[in-house]
Every structure is written in structure tokens, then in C-alpha cells.
């Protein structure tokens, strides 16, 4: 009977250990980063301010572990959410489109010009 014991702890154990978490397979990704840290005057976390090549200020709310972005325009207090379905990939809206490369956002919106923006250090 000892042997049928040790058998069923041997196989509870490692049916724990197989439920634990996994171990990340790379370095986190700029937007996980970003999702929990601050990078404005406010300290709202996950929010960045980007500075874009048409010369306006970007504001960039990373939410959801970075999966979600909320985009402000100056002046425009309605965010554009755009998401994406896993780290790393592009993330999309109803009209537009962000891709990341470091610390630019590539912003592709229907019928207008794609607009590169720049993380800034304030706005």
C-alpha cells in the first residue's frame, strides 16, 4: 500500500507544478512597460506623452497590460481606443490602425497620411 501512496503523491505533485505559471518567454514588450509606469506631470499609470511629426502633442493611455490604447488628441478629451490581440501586434480601430517600433507610434488613419509620433518627456 505505501508504494500506491507515494505513486499518487508523485503524480499530485507534479500535476501542481504543471499548473503554475509559465515562465515568460522573452522580455516584456514596450507596451507592458509601459501599462505600469507613468511617463506625465499627473502619474496616471500607463500614460505617455508623444510628440508627433505634424507637430501636435499625442497623448497615449496604455490600459489592459498594454493590450488597450487610448489615444488624445490637445484639445479633443474623447480618447480613440484602438487594441490589439496579443503583445507586440498592431493595434486596430474602427478607422484607424497603431503599429510600435521602440518609442514611436506609427498612427494610419482611412484616407490620411500615416502619422509618426515620438515619446516625449512632457507635454
Do not use: W
Not at 505505501?2 to 507596451?31: D, H, M, N, W, Y
Not at 517600433?101 to 512632457?122: D, F, M, Q, W, Y
Amino acid at each position: 500500500m505505501t508504494p500506491f501512496r507515494i505513486g499518487i503523491t508523485g503524480i499530485a505533485l507534479v500535476l501542481a507544478s504543471s499548473c503554475s505559471e509559465q515562465p515568460r518567454k522573452g522580455p516584456p514588450t514596450e507596451q507592458e512597460i509601459h501599462a505600469n509606469d507613468s511617463g506625465d506631470a499627473s502619474g496616471t499609470p500607463g500614460r505617455h506623452p508623444y510628440r508627433c511629426d505634424d507637430d501636435r502633442p499625442l497623448l497615449v493611455d496604455f490600459k489592459n497590460e498594454g493590450l488597450t490604447l487610448e489615444l488624445r488628441r490637445h484639445g479633443n478629451p474623447a480618447p480613440v481606443v484602438l487594441t490589439a490581440p496579443a503583445p507586440g501586434l498592431q493595434y486596430v480601430g474602427d478607422t484607424m490602425s497603431a503599429t510600435f517600433a521602440g518609442n514611436e507610434i506609427k498612427i494610419e488613419e482611412a484616407g490620411k497620411p500615416p502619422v509618426l509620433c515620438r515619446k516625449a518627456t512632457s507635454l
